[in-house]
């Protein structure tokens, strides 16, 4: 079998190798090369090719002196560590109350995951004309009911912005993550928590020593998950603040360099993108180590 | 039931497969002419233009028409693809893109006699440049903004028919007067009582009592205070005009000459702070705070909306909202009028030759918003269509007819003689004759400072403030849009 | 003592049910929004966003489903994400399968190399992407399905080579002696055996390839064939060019919203099975 195998796995991989070549590996080689260049989009400054056109570190050290991209990562970091906390706390909550009530969970859990299937560019227009009208003129304004400054303007600073921008990324996830909790649960033995029981362990006793170890694998992948899908969001931002009120995240950052300066430099542009890249990697790989680890001595 | 699911599926997937194939071949090119227009209102009109063309002539246009915000970015993936724009447009400031890149035809390239003769008759200081030197476009038309006014409500306000004499003496009067102006106005809003003012010299007075037109009133001016362009651009033209004569002015200056903006940006955000504390709304006065930016209260619509409906007695615009007005009231807009804003500079604060604060008060900044570029890069054929059917649009009788009817322009060659619909595009002939003309350097600001940086100063730290803007508040702020400017010179 | 405990287990899932309840109205509120603002004025809906509008005016919705070119963008995302999604499965699914089975450097490596990518943000190769399809003449549907299964490649090899590992070899063995040729063996035998990793694949792909923005704005543009998502942002920013139309965006916004309601209510069941099952094992 093994020689079978041998002969048809260059043929049978071969469209993969092709896609993967064309669509990711030469653009991000390609990316690599052009951020060391005066590259403006329609033309090279100074020359016809790219490589007549090199001008070694100069766009990233103009990308490190930039107040815009530094503020947009220190920016991006807040908002993904609020948004991590909140997003893992409600998601894990919510798989534990589902687990516990009598009947309905089906459709509670329907109900939850559902946000997850809409599209954030839609969907954050909608959510900003809430935080705008909703909650700053009608619930908990000045003249309402129940009057919480904190809720009011959220997408006009920075600050609150960060924990509207969450309020909205948890929205649309929780009920994903909310899943991967509830298989997790699912999977701890029942009699874990019955030995527990019996010899008088208590609710928050059995939280901390039985569910939490057993749950490392599904958190590993949730805090995998929301660590990176939050420091690379886009769309929301661009659809609730458009970067406004010193909102603005790395994503959009790297999106809007090309439009603010004529002609736009996407040299620059490049350079920070391969930072994104270079952060994110980092990132990942530091956090896969880490929890793998835990997980081990769990 | 699976199974049904399943083969009804892969059908699904089979026609799928063959519709993609299908979709995936591009047909030939069927057009003789791919013109790419940035100038999203006019483009229902330019379709119809297209068409009159195919009848006349009997070559088939392809328009193809963005909105702002993406313009440069679709255009060029177009400009790079195999089936590429022959007559593209691009405004004063990003054409340098397009030049550097190859895009576009010189004049003394234009093979089209008559056409090459359109080109030079643009006057020099309308004409599209490249470092000083050469001219490469045709302008779409002229623009121009300032403080519009329904002429029936100024005159009910003013309890006087005679319009002129007050124009005269409101182009006249200095920036002390115009404040008094203002309070007055103001007053009669509130309380409905004459209230006097003067200008140039000359006193007026409000009427003493309100009238159907005048009893909607709720605020001097209507500002969409939601939109940063509207004061980032327009409005911050004014301290930038006071250094720098133009927009290649701008482009070929030392950084450091930035430093003389400070001041005239100071004194720009103080007038600001004064105009902004008499704003009508859609549901009466709105004062500063976080209301003044909320796009459902202060949009553009929103404020045109609410001048349009009697609300505000001014609207600091351009000509080109007639067709805005227009939808929401017909007469008013028939009725419209154009005054120069005002400026509280002195003339020490002014460094451009030949300029003094009484001609910016009598001004109106006038600019070409777009102009037309031949594609370098077409083959000779394409160009040679492309050309033709430039010189139609601007010359023939349809073509003219299109541009100020339909487009509502005011064509870059307007003179004495030319009467429009638009009743603001014939204020704007009207100041282009008594050559009361402002330049419009602001084109050229660097990263988008209109709107990243002075505009959004301007949205996030004062109309926030319901409070009177102190002097250091000014003063670090006019320091921070310097430095702005002259680091984001350094990225040219 | 029975008594007790049940009434006292009573409070607690009550207390349980309205959390539940409450999250619940949060969750769906937007919706509720979205549905209730589609049938109201600009102004209606500025003035009483909440409430039930004053009369069931579809106007709105048509003119929205107009501008968005309701029927041409449904088609196109569809075209789209159903090309993209079945190209996706089966070249990641038999890619994924050969790497399980030839367990030689090469094919470590090539697995090492998907799974990096994984990290590779989409900003990083985006304009290098862009201009290397106008190259090669793919800047159009064509090339977006295709780059779409580039894309794709990654988290799926990933999610299947997992689950390939669990599929008995002694199967395939059986299979071959009995004469199948590779295609049917993998079609027929070890295909079917993954169906649950598939629904999740299918699933999560054809999620964000529906609702995607950014790609099909930087191919496709203003073009003819723009998906529904792209529909949506150019109505928006050409009609009410400045400000907020909200008597467009809610009603388009709903109109995007519904296919996926529709498809949702009808494989609820396999979309959650399948997320759970292979959220895990991933």
Same mark, same amino acid.
């Given at each position: 079998m093994e020689k079978y195998y041998k002969k048809w796995f260059k043929v049978l991989s071969l469209p993969a190798v092709i896609l993967f070549v064309v669509v990711i590996l030469v653009p991000f080689v390609m990316g690599v090369a052009y951020s060391f260049t005066a590259w403006r989009g329609s033309y090279f400054k100074g020359s016809e090719h790219w490589y007549g056109a090199l001008i070694g570190l100069k766009n990233y050290i103009k990308v490190f002196n930039s107040q815009k991209f530094i503020s947009a990562f220190l920016y991006t970091i807040k908002f993904t560590v609020v948004a991590v906390i909140v997003k893992n706390i409600v998601s894990l909550a919510l798989a534990l109350m589902v687990r516990r009530i009598g009947k309905g969970k089906g459709i509670f859990r329907t109900i939850y995951f559902f946000p997850n299937l809409l599209g954030g560019l839609a969907m954050g227009f909608v959510w900003s004309f809430i935080f705008q009208?909703?909650? !700053?003129?009608?619930?908990?304004?000045?003249?309402?009911?129940i009057h919480i400054p904190f809720l009011t303007n959220m997408l006009q600073d920075p600050n609150k912005a960060v924990f509207a921008m969450a309020l909205m990324a948890t929205w649309q996830t929780a009920g994903y993550l909310m899943l991967i909790y509830l298989n997790g649960l699912n999977n701890i033995p029942e009699d874990l928590y019955e030995a527990a029981s019996i010899d008088g362990a208590t609710a928050i006793q059995k939280f901390r020593h039985i569910t939490v170890p057993m749950l490392m694998p599904a958190f590993t992948i949730v805090f995998f998950l929301t660590l990176s899908s939050s420091f690379k969001m886009l769309d929301e931002n661009l659809a609730l603040t458009n970067g406004d009120f010193g909102t603005r995240m790395l994503s959009l950052q790297i999106l809007l360099t090309t439009r603010e300066n004529t002609p736009p430099n996407y040299g620059m542009a490049q350079a920070q993108a391969v930072i994104f890249f270079i952060l994110i990697a980092v990132v990942s790989i530091a956090q896969v180590i880490i929890t793998k680890r835990k997980e081990i001595e769990a | 039931m699976k199974r049904a699911v399943k083969q009804g599926v892969t059908i699904l997937l089979a026609g799928v497969a063959a519709l993609a194939m299908a979709g995936c071949g591009k047909a030939d090119k069927d057009y003789d002419v791919y013109f790419f227009n940035q100038k999203s209102e006019i483009a229902e009109s330019l379709n119809d233009l297209a068409a009159e063309y195919e009848a006349e002539t009997g070559k088939k246009v392809k328009v193809f028409t963005v909105g702002t915000t993406e313009g440069s970015e679709t255009m060029r993936s177009e400009l790079k693809s195999k089936q590429y724009p022959t007559l593209f447009s691009s405004n004063a400031i990003a054409f340098e893109e397009w030049k550097s890149a190859g895009y576009a035809l010189g004049a003394e390239e234009i093979s089209n006699g008559e056409l090459k003769a359109l080109y030079e008759s643009v006057p020099d200081a309308l004409k599209l440049q490249f470092q000083g030197d050469g001219n490469y476009g045709i302008p779409y038309n002229m623009e121009g903004y300032g403080l519009i006014a329904d002429q029936q409500m100024l005159q009910e306000v003013l309890d006087t028919e005679d319009l002129e004499s007050f124009t005269e003496d409101y182009k006249a009067a200095g920036y002390e007067e115009f404040q008094g102006m203002v309070t007055a106005l103001d007053e009669f809003i509130k309380n409905g009582s004459a209230a006097e003012f003067t200008l140039n010299g000359n006193t007026y007075s409000t009427a003493g009592e309100k009238t159907e037109l005048t009893?909607?009133?709720?605020?001097?001016f209507a500002v969409a205070g939601a939109e940063k362009w509207t004061y980032g651009n327009h409005f911050g033209n004014y301290p930038i005009s006071t250094v720098y004569s133009n927009v290649y002015d701008v482009r070929e200056s030392e950084p450091d000459k930035a430093d003389n903006l400070k001041t005239p940006i100071m004194k720009s955000l103080e007038e600001l702070d004064f105009l902004t504390r008499y704003t009508a709304g859609p549901d009466g006065a709105v004062s500063r705070g976080p209301q003044f930016i909320n796009s459902t209260v202060t949009g553009y619509d929103q404020a045109v909306q609410t001048f349009a409906e009697g609300k505000a007695i001014f609207i600091k615009n351009g000509n080109w909202i007639y067709a805005n007005v227009a939808k929401v009231d017909e007469e008013v807009a028939d009725r419209l009028t154009m005054l120069p804003m005002k400026v509280n500079? !002195?003339?020490?604060?002014?460094?451009?030759?030949?300029?003094?604060v009484e001609k910016m008060n009598r001004s109106i900044p006038e600019f070409v918003s777009q102009y037309y570029i031949v594609n370098a890069k077409a083959t000779e054929e394409e160009q040679k269509a492309a050309e033709d059917f430039l010189l139609w649009l601007n010359t023939s009788e349809t073509g003219q007819d299109y541009i100020v009817n339909k487009f509502a322009f005011v064509p870059?060659?307007?003179?004495?003689?030319t009467t429009l619909e638009n009743p603001l595009s014939n204020a704007l002939i009207t100041y282009k004759v008594a050559d009361d003309l402002l330049a419009n350097?602001?084109?050229?600001?660097? !990263? !988008?400072w209109g709107t990243e940086c002075y505009g959004k100063y301007i949205m996030e730290q004062l109309f926030v403030n319901p409070e009177e803007w102190s002097e250091e508040e000014l003063e670090e702020i006019a320091g921070e849009c310097v430095d702005y400017w002259k680091s984001g010179m350094e990225e040219w | 003592m029975r008594e007790g405990m049940s009434s006292r287990k009573k409070i607690k899932q009550g207390i349980l049910y309205a959390i539940m309840g409450l999250v619940a109205v949060y969750t769906l509120f937007p919706i509720y929004f979205l549905f209730v603002n589609s049938f109201k004025s600009q102004k209606e809906i500025v003035a009483s966003p909440i409430s039930l509008p004053a009369s069931f005016d579809f106007t709105y919705l048509k003119n929205a489903a107009e501008q968005i070119r309701l029927g041409e963008s449904v088609v196109n995302t569809l075209v789209i994400t159903v090309a993209a999604v079945v190209l996706i499965v089966l070249v990641s699914s038999l890619t994924a399968w050969m790497m399980v089975r030839n367990k030689t450097k090469g094919s470590n490596l090539l697995f090492l190399c998907f799974t990096a990518a994984m990290l590779i943000p989409f900003q990083s190769v985006m304009y290098p992407l862009v201009n290397l399809m106008e190259n090669l003449g793919l800047k159009n549907t064509g090339g977006l399905i295709l780059m779409y299964g580039g894309f794709g490649l990654s988290m799926t090899v990933f999610l299947y080579h997992g689950f390939f590992k669990s599929v008995p070899l002694s199967l395939e063995e059986a299979a071959v002696i009995d004469g199948a040729n590779i295609f049917q063996l993998f079609f027929r035998v070890v295909f079917p055996l993954v169906k649950p990793i598939t629904a999740t694949v299918v699933i999560t792909n054809a999620m964000w390839i529906w609702n995607d923005y950014l790609l099909p704005f930087l191919i496709i543009g203003n073009n003819d064939s723009k998906t529904l998502t792209l529909s949506l942002y150019y109505a928006k920013s050409l009609s009410g060019q400045y400000g907020n139309p909200w008597e467009l965006i809610f009603p388009a916004v709903l109109i995007c919203v519904v296919p996926i309601l529709v498809v949702f209510i009808f494989l609820q069941r396999n979309i959650i099975e399948g997320i759970a099952a292979g959220a895990v094992k991933g």
């Open positions: 009208n909703v909650f !700053s003129m009608m619930l908990f304004g000045e003249d309402s009911p | 009893q909607n009133l709720n605020g001097v500079f !002195s003339d020490e604060d002014i460094m451009v030759e030949g300029l003094d870059f060659n307007a003179g004495e003689e350097p602001f084109d050229a600001a660097p !990263s !988008s | -």
